[in-house]
């Protein structure tokens, strides 16, 4: 069963900028291995994550962020089964992006996640955009 987990979350302050470009290389590789795909936001200090995959991996790979001490005040918004089937036309690739600027990384995703996640498309649409301040 293909699941999502999505959640907002702030950094703590000792976390670097450098330790942040660690952090999403490592995020980015153990995703992919698991076919994993989402997106990973860095802004302003905050984190906003959307995990999508088999119900197990999804629900496996939270519970260590929730334990995570990289960051605090984590808020979940969607926690759910994705009853739409995946359409592997796209590269499934993990997608990490740490500052405001990169929309085109940002609009890749949104395309994608069009196909592969409708249901859900325009709440993680329109929060990305908030996210990312680009409306
Ligand atoms: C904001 C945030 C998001 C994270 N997202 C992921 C993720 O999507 N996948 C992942 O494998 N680890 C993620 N991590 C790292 C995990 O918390 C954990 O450190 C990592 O999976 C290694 O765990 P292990 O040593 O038990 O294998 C994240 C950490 C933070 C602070």
Redesign the pocket.
């Known amino acids: 069963m293909r699941y999502v987990i999505s959640y907002v979350?702030t950094?703590t302050s000792k976390i670097s900028s450098y330790d942040i470009a660690q952090?999403m290389d490592?995020?980015k590789t153990?995703?992919n291995k698991l076919n994993?795909i989402g997106i990973?936001i860095y802004s302003d200090r905050n984190?906003f994550?959307i995990?999508e995959g088999e119900k197990h991996l999804v629900k496996m790979?939270f519970n260590?962020?929730k334990?995570?001490a990289?960051?605090y005040n984590i808020i979940k918004m969607l926690d759910k089964e994705i009853k739409t089937p995946t359409l592997r036309k796209y590269n499934p690739s993990?997608t990490v992006i740490s500052d405001h600027y990169n929309q085109k990384e940002l609009q890749q995703f949104l395309n994608k996640e069009k196909t592969n996640n409708p249901e859900h498309f325009d709440s993680i649409s329109y929060l990305t955009k908030k996210f990312m301040k680009l409306t």
């Open positions: 979350s950094a952090l490592l995020i153990n995703n994993i990973l984190f994550q995990l790979i260590k962020i334990k995570d990289r960051h993990f």
